[in-house]
């Protein structure tokens, strides 16, 4: 049973709060935070989780410091804001085509992403920049193709999603070709880009990422009642005076905007957007969207991941992606097993 | 507290409306005329085009030909969420509601009519604090208004089929419409369900004054709430005026009601 408490506020606002969501928000914020101090603070210079919070509040010495800040907190932040990115993204194309299976992995936006980052690599042999320019752009023209093809007076769901499925296919039929053209220098940086890594990211990737989601989580929280209306279905939104189209598009924009800028900043991380807002909804246990959960989930599953590869196989050695992949998709298993036997689906 | 609903509803007035789906003239020139104020039902057998005659109504369905006015603004060009926002709101033949307690849902309704955005909201300015509160106390005045009060903070899902029928027309009701379109409000509800919904639709006409589009197959109600009749048949519209000419009308009892009136009189 879902518990709503009406919070009295000392302006007299009779606020109505999902306590458990509210509650498992703060605690997933908790977990992706944490993660990131002990993520900080391992390495080939192990740092002690009370010096990396002392350095990052600018009390640490010097040595420490450079250690810090310059290496390991924008990796971190970059683990942080792509994280958050694929789970509000997952959360939105999930919430949009009614279908768990609606999410940017499953669409091929992340392949689309990819090819766009290959033709870089591959055909132009271009900087670590333009490959991150390519992978955006590659990103948004699947999106814009997918949105093109699924489009018949409104997106519909399944259609989306088979939609989507097909792009993919001819996306990552085209990813082979390129590979198969590139030397075996290319070839080997592209296979490096194409698993999905936070190895050797700077401020460089930080700046752009973080700007992006400041423009694009405000927009989207800001539809987000629509949105939780959208999913009672087009003809009842219109009734209540949602503008459906309207929102859908910005939403459905917003949502391959963070996919494709997440991509270009680490490269295809697997499942995040998939099982991050599945896992989330699952917490909270609370129906809707779940937007903030999602994206808390989301950058907590990547952190924690990234942490366990370091951890497990040392830095460098297994990009995130795998453990993502592994992390995120025993842990919904895991969630569905237990949900079967407790009656709720 | 809201002046639109002080003076009296436009005319709403349909002219010769056609709808085809794929060679199927759903709608045939169908014209019909509701009067400020009044309760006009659309009654037919299924698949006479009631339903269709809604969804052109509330905009979710473009008409080949004809035209639909609200007073003097067109609606026929209108999306779907301009007409809400004109006052015309409507509810469906099943149930969709949202999870929740009655209060969420009704203050969905509100989401048309409140200004503060976000930020303002997330942020508690003063503002929307007021705003806010003004709805929520709204919300809980239609609440009473439909029979909900007592339900006002219960989970949609504790309720009965027909408390639930009503959070619907409650969630229309918070667009402060000037017409509502009633979609078989009591389809499905037994007798007392039936009763009660029935008093609520004629409460709301005289607090609020209205007005009201029906459709409904229950007769009864039909007889006792309605001011005008329209009974569609294939999509024409063979019949049109008071509860008792249309029962007399042969068409009708031909196409509709077949021979067996007595026992609907009784209901």
Known sequence: MKTHRAVR???????????????????????????????????????PAADVVRTLLGEGDPGQEFIVTELRLPRVLVGLLVGASLGLAGALFQSISRNPLGSPDVLGLGQ????????VIVLFSG???QVALGALVGGLATGFAIYLLAWKRGVHGYRLVLVGIGV???????NGYLLTKSDIVDAARAIVW????????DWDQVWPLLALCALLVPLVLA???????MEMGDDVSYALGVRVERVRLVLMLSAVLLTAAATAASGPVGFVALTAPQLARRLTRSPGPNLVPAMCMGAALLVSADWISQRAFGAGQLPVGVVTGVLGGVYLLWLLVTERRAGRI | ?????????????????????AGLTALDAVSLTVEPGTVHAIIGPNGAGKSTCFNVLSGLCRPAAGTVTLGDTELTRLAPHRIAALGVARTFQNIVTTHGTVADNLMLGRHALTRAGFAATALRLPGAVREQRRHLARAREIAELTGLGAHFDSPVALLSYGDRKRVELARALCLEPRVLLLDE?????????????????????TELGLSIVLVEHDMGLVMRLADDVTVLDFGRSIAHGTPDEVRRDPEVLRAYLGTDTQGEDAA
């Open chain 2, 185 to 205: 409000p009591v389809a499905g509800m037994n007798a007392a369900e039936r009763a009660r919904t029935a008093e609520v639709v004629g409460e709301l006409r």
């Open chain 1, 9 to 47: 506020t000392p302006g007299g606002l009779s606020l109505r709060v999902d306590v458990r969501t509210l509650v498992v928000g703060t605690l997933l914020l908790l977990v992706a935070l944490t993660a990131s101090v002990v993520l900080i603070g391992t390495g080939d210079f192990p740092i």
């Open chain 1, 112 to 119: 689309g992403a990819t090819a766009g980052a290959l033709v």
């Open chain 2, 1 to 21: 507290m809201n002046d639109r609903t002080t003076t009296a509803p436009p005319v709403l007035d349909v002219r010769d409306v056609t709808v085809r789906f």
């Open chain 1, 168 to 174: 993919s296919a001819v996306v990552t039929a085209v």
């Open chain 1, 127 to 129: 900087t670590a920049n």
């Open chain 1, 194 to 201: 194409m698993t999905g890594s936070l190895d050797g990211r």
């Open chain 1, 223 to 229: 539809n987000s009642r629509g949105l939780r209306m």
